[in-house]
């Protein structure tokens, strides 16, 4: 069962996002902040599998807050922002310094809930209506000595192709681990290897990337993974066949 530590700096907003979660079976808060240093110390005592954050006004401070959490490989907890939409240059500072999904505030509570169920599971979540603007701030940010996203796309081995397809498309850790028939320490290594390659600091760096390269279309679903060798050739692909994920 998932566990989640609320980080939110008004007191009734807490209280709603924890009756949300206790609503849900399968969620357990196990902790409420309301500060960025709060957030890292009950973190670190707590160990949740998800941080949710809700910034209200983003400052230095609460960019800092997810890059100790997000970075430190001893906590093992994934970050979930939710922050004022239009905040592109947020986001992206959000994003580099670790967190693994970045969801509008005005996120409706199942949307949420899904969210949390899919981070805490290895994933990364980025609605479809930002993911337009991440990749432009993507480029624009990019020093010009950046290769290409297709040259840094060719430096991936098809199997690697394969892992970041299905992470861009919502496939768990799990679920890419039970369909290449490997071990889920095995999957995290080949995203590790691929944001090594690419130049991503996060899971969601990665699926920007993923899309911005062309490797799957803007709307494919985690039930729609275009097959590695179709994914630049017919980007308007929306279905597939699960078993490619099982070409070597």
């Known amino acids: 069962m998932p566990t989640v530590l609320i980080v939110n700096e008004q007191k009734l907003q807490r209280l709603g996002y924890r009756l949300l979660l206790d609503s849900e079976p399968d969620l357990r808060p ?10 890292v110390r009950m973190t670190t005592a707590l160990r949740p599998d998800v941080v949710l954050m809700h910034i209200l006004e983003p400052t230095t ?40 999904a970045l969801l509008p505030e005005n996120t409706a509570p199942h949307e949420l809930t899904a969210a949390i169920r899919a981070v805490a599971a290895g994933g990364a979540v980025i609605p479809p209506n930002l993911t337009r603007r991440l990749i432009d701030i993507v480029r624009r940010r990019s020093p010009a000595s950046t290769p290409p996203p297709a040259q840094r796309l060719g430096t991936l081995t098809q199997r690697e192709r394969q892992v970041l397809g299905a992470l861009a498309s919502g496939w768990s850790t799990t679920e890419i681990a039970e369909h290449l028939s490997i071990a889920p320490t095995t999957v995290k290594s080949y995203a590790c290897r691929i944001r090594a390659k690419i130049g991503a600091h996060s899971r969601v760096q990665a699926v920007a ?3 911005e390269s062309g490797l799957i279309a803007p709307h494919t679903t985690r039930s729609a993974l275009p097959p590695p060798d179709r994914a630049r050739t017919d980007p308007a692909t929306q279905t597939v066949d699960r078993q490619a994920l099982s070409q070597p």
């Open 30 to 39: 196990v902790g409420e902040a309301a500060c960025g240093a709060e957030a």
């Open 61 to 100: 401070d609460s960019i800092d807050t997810v890059r100790r959490i997000a970075r430190d490989s001893r906590l093992h907890s994934h970050v979930l922002v939710l922050a004022p939409v239009e905040l592109d240059e947020y986001a992206w500072a959000a994003l580099r310094a670790g967190a693994d």
């Open 209 to 211: 990337f993923a899309y």
